[in-house]
């Protein structure tokens, strides 16, 4: 839906309001939650990326990267989070995204829960770049408001104008965070 938006020329906050009403379709009870709880999460790191376009292949690391998540709870079940995030990227220049995902958590006891999420990261300043994201990670609990979390994320961007017609730029990051939730 996100990427129908951009290619008739709308813009990020278009998108990003597409993919949040074709999220309510795949999961209406969402659009109708009673309560609404919310988890802020920061995270950073770098890694791995390989583009190729033009017949060739780059393997270089990974801007450094840091994202700030607002992840929004429905109804109290707390191993479903969709949350809409902004990244921000550093490589010689600032790069700002937003990266909407959604997250599913599994507790494992009071402390400890691993997680897989899905997401469509877009970058739109100084350049455009949209894809897929899938992620895996784990997170430690102190108490019930706070957590440290280690997350792996594969990105693939299949379209942007950092891209020739025939690119595609795959990146591996890991990133270290900590979580708060309000």
Known sequence: AGMQILTAGGNAFDAAVAVGFALALLWPSWARAQSLDTIVGISGGSGLSIG??????????????????????????????????????????????????????????????????????????????????????????????????????INAFFAGSDLPDDGALVKTDVGLGVRFEL
């Open 52 to 153: 190729t376009g033009d017949g060739d292949t780059v393997m270089l690391r990974s801007p450094i990267f840091l994202v700030v998540e607002v992840g929004l709870v429905f109804d109290g079940d707390r191993t479903l989070e969709w949350t809409p995030g902004l990244i921000f990227e550093l490589d010689g220049r600032v790069s700002a995204g937003i990266d909407p995902s959604i997250k599913k958590l599994l507790f494992i006891g009071d402390s400890f829960g691993i997680y897989g999420a899905v997401g469509t990261p877009f970058f739109f300043a100084p350049f455009t770049l949209l894809g897929v994201r899938a992620s895996v990670g784990g997170m430690f609990r102190f108490g019930k408001r706070l957590a440290v979390f280690l997350e792996a994320r």
